[in-house]
């Protein structure tokens, strides 16, 4: 069956990087995009940015832009989140997700803490 | 940028009623809207893709409609596990780009 399995729980201070890691499993992992979305404490989903595994091509949302890197292994049928210049308010849990319009299938999600 | 605003942000709603939530665009978007649901704790799960497909494994009590900018998603009588939150989102083709609605609390009454 189609699984994503995403890395755990990350604890950061202020100004340090991040990465997730999204291991998939049960489908062909160069057939679909790979996007990644955010969901701070009590708050709704924020969409940061999307990958093909297929050709390597990314597209962020603007605010994020500069700070984000995606990248795959496709040998590994893994996708890659970088973040970095760390905030606190970029505390929040971490998601991927498979697809290029909506997104059927999801990680478990990441909890990232960033605290001084 | 395209906008997504979904109302109410709160409905009290009992079991085996039937409960329609909104979701409005900014501009037009066509049918490239899907409707998400997402248990505490969880991940969002799609149940609508193309504003009115029911996801794989998705009960017929989920039903999408609409087209442009105004969309509803309607479960026609309420189970216990379905109170949740519900978001909206558009899609984009290309460049790919996703946003989502702020999303509506379903709760128990």
């Known amino acids: 069956q189609v699984q994503l399995v995403q890395s755990g729980p990350e604890v950061k201070k202020p100004g340090a990087s991040m990465r997730v890691s999204c291991k998939t499993s049960?489908?062909?992992?160069?057939?679909?995009?790979i996007t990644w979305v955010r969901q701070a404490p009590g708050q709704g989903l924020e969409w940061m940015g999307w990958?093909?595994?297929?050709?390597?091509?990314?597209h962020s949302a603007q605010r994020f832009q500069g700070r984000v890197t995606l990248t795959t292994d496709t040998s590994a049928s893994i996708a890659y989140m970088e973040v970095r210049s760390l905030r606190p308010d970029d505390t929040a849990v971490y998601f991927c997700?498979?697809?290029?319009?909506?997104?059927?299938?999801w990680g478990q999600g990441t909890m990232l803490t960033v605290s001084s | 940028e395209i906008v997504m605003t979904q109302s109410p942000a709160t409905l009290s709603v009992s079991p085996g009623e039937r409960v329609t939530l909104y979701c409005r665009a900014s501009?037009?978007?066509?049918?490239?809207l899907a409707w998400y649901q997402q248990k505490f704790g969880q991940a969002p799960r799609l149940l609508v893709h193309?504003?009115?497909t029911r996801a794989t494994g998705i009960p017929a009590r989920f039903s999408g409609t609409g087209s442009g900018t105004e969309f509803s998603l309607t479960i026609s009588s309420l189970q216990s596990e379905d109170f949740a939150v519900y978001y909206c989102?558009?899609?984009?083709?290309?460049?790919?780009?996703?946003?989502f609605g702020q999303g509506t609390k379903l709760e128990i009454k």
């Open positions: 997700a498979r697809g290029n319009d909506a997104f059927d299938m």
């Open positions: 990958i093909s595994p297929y050709n390597g091509n990314t």
């Open positions: 501009q037009s978007i066509s049918n490239t």
């Open positions: 989102q558009h899609y984009n083709n290309w460049p790919p780009e996703y946003t």
């Open positions: 193309g504003a009115s």
């Open positions: 049960g489908y062909s992992f160069i057939n679909y995009g």
